[in-house]
Every structure is written in C-alpha cells, then in structure tokens.
C-alpha cells in the first residue's frame, strides 16, 4: 500500500460522491435521516484539504489521521463506523508492511469486521455492510486463490453492486429506516449505495494502475 495511491484514491472518490449527490440525497431522503450526501461531500473536502500533510507519510499514519479526521467531520452513525475502518486499516499496517494483494484483502477484512463490531451490526440488516462484508470474503477468497489482480477488481465490483441492490428488499434493523419497518422495503440502503461507489472507483483507479 502506498500513500500516493491513497491520495489518488480520496481525489477520484471525492469526484464519484459528488457526481452521485442527486442519487444519494434522494435516497436518503426515503430511508434516511437526509444528511448522508452532505456528511459524505464534508468528509471527502476535509480529506483533500490534507493532502499536502498526508503526503510525506508513511500508509499506516496517513491512515490514522485520515480516520480522526473522519471522525471528527462526519456526522451521523456513519461517522464513527467509517473512521474506524480507517484506524484499523492503520494498525494492521502499522503491525507490518501491507505490500500483496492478498496483505490488502486481510486488512479490509479486519477493518470490515472492526466496523461490524462497532455498529453491531452484520448483513442483512440493510446497511453498508451489506455491501462491505460479500466484499470483504470475495476479496479474501479470490487472493487467497492467487487470482489475477483485475480478475479480483472486477469480481469485487460485482460483489459491491449485488450486495448493494440486495438492500432493496430487506427491512432495517438499524438507524432511521428501523422504523420504517416494512416501509423501507423497496428502497436502496444510501450507506450500501455509497460504499458501493466508493468501493467502484477504488477499483477502477487500482485496475489503471495495474495496465500502467
């Protein structure tokens, strides 16, 4: 893992919510507490105004100030779970070099888990980790098997986008939409919809880098 690509990462995110907030207000406005998009936009400003500290860090530091600094600007429950997959993502790496795609594919693992810790939560309940968790096992499965880098970015694409679209048809558990009850059935969980587009253009950047 390495810096750079972190930072060029934060730039190509911050263009995809921005391009996405009709989408995401729209379905948070259904479900949510209709502040998603907008702790989103604050979040992805906070980070590229740091670009010039984060720069000459190591991964592992430029990670754990990106998660205080999440935690510190996104509002709502999402705030918290989004900083500490950041944070963890910084202790793994910080316990040893995070270099292979397979090295990567743990530490997502570790930090969705962390998430699902601190929410208490798990899929099925239509929140973002019914995006994270297939990808987080569709990474780990196809690394473990030594797949071809783009064979794992595309898979992890799909997986994001069925995990996704699955949240249409559950009723929450958790947050606003909870109760909604059966209300909520038919509408895209905008936490599952936004990771999904981060976790898209994550790999899109990472599959350029790979045919450079």
């Given at each position: 893992?390495?810096?750079?690509?972190?930072?060029?990462?934060?730039?190509?995110?911050?263009?995809?919510?921005?391009?996405?907030?009709?989408?995401?207000?729209?379905?948070?406005?259904?479900?949510?507490?209709?502040?998603?998009?907008?702790?989103?936009?604050?979040?992805?400003?906070?980070?590229?105004?740091?670009?010039?500290?984060?720069?000459?860090?190591?991964?592992?530091?430029?990670?754990?100030?990106?998660?205080?600094?999440?935690?510190?600007?996104?509002?709502?429950?999402?705030g918290p779970l989004i900083a500490t997959f950041f944070m963890t993502m910084a202790?793994?790496?910080?316990?040893?070099?995070?270099?292979?795609?397979?090295?990567?594919?743990?530490?997502?693992?570790?930090?969705?888990?962390?998430?699902?810790?601190?929410?208490?939560?798990?899929?099925?309940?239509?929140?973002?980790?019914?995006?994270?968790?297939?990808?987080?096992?569709?990474?780990?499965?196809?690394?473990?098997?030594?797949?071809?880098?783009?064979?794992?970015?595309?898979?992890?694409?799909?997986?994001?986008?069925?995990?996704?679209?699955?949240?249409?048809?559950?009723?929450?558990?958790?947050?606003?939409?909870?109760?909604?009850?059966?209300?909520?059935?038919?509408?895209?969980?905008?936490?599952?919809?936004?990771?999904?587009?981060?976790?898209?253009?994550?790999?899109?950047?990472?599959?350029?880098?790979?045919?450079a």
């Amino acid at each position: 893992m390495r810096t750079e690509f972190i930072l060029e990462a934060i730039a190509a995110v911050n263009e995809a919510v921005l391009n996405s907030e009709a989408e995401l207000e729209s379905l948070d406005r259904e479900i949510g507490d209709g502040d998603h998009f907008i702790n989103l936009k604050r979040g992805c400003a906070a980070l590229l105004a740091m670009r010039d500290e984060l720069a000459p860090l190591p991964p592992a530091d430029a990670l754990q100030r990106i998660g205080m600094k999440l935690l510190s600007t996104i509002g709502g429950a999402s705030g918290p779970l989004i900083a500490t997959f950041f944070m963890t993502m910084a202790k793994v790496e910080k316990a040893g070099d995070i270099s292979s795609l397979a090295e990567i594919a743990a530490a997502f693992h570790a930090s969705v888990e962390a998430i699902k810790q601190r929410g208490k939560a798990d899929a099925g309940e239509k929140t973002m980790l019914d995006t994270l968790i297939p990808v987080a096992d569709t990474f780990s499965r196809l690394t473990a098997a030594d797949a071809d880098p783009v064979q794992v970015f595309d898979a992890i694409q799909q997986a994001a986008e069925q995990g996704m679209l699955s949240t249409k048809d559950m009723i929450a558990t958790k947050g606003r939409a909870a109760f909604l009850g059966e209300r909520a059935i038919g509408h895209i969980d905008p936490g599952a919809r936004s990771s999904q587009i981060i976790i898209h253009t994550i790999t899109e950047l990472a599959k350029q880098h790979q045919a450079a």
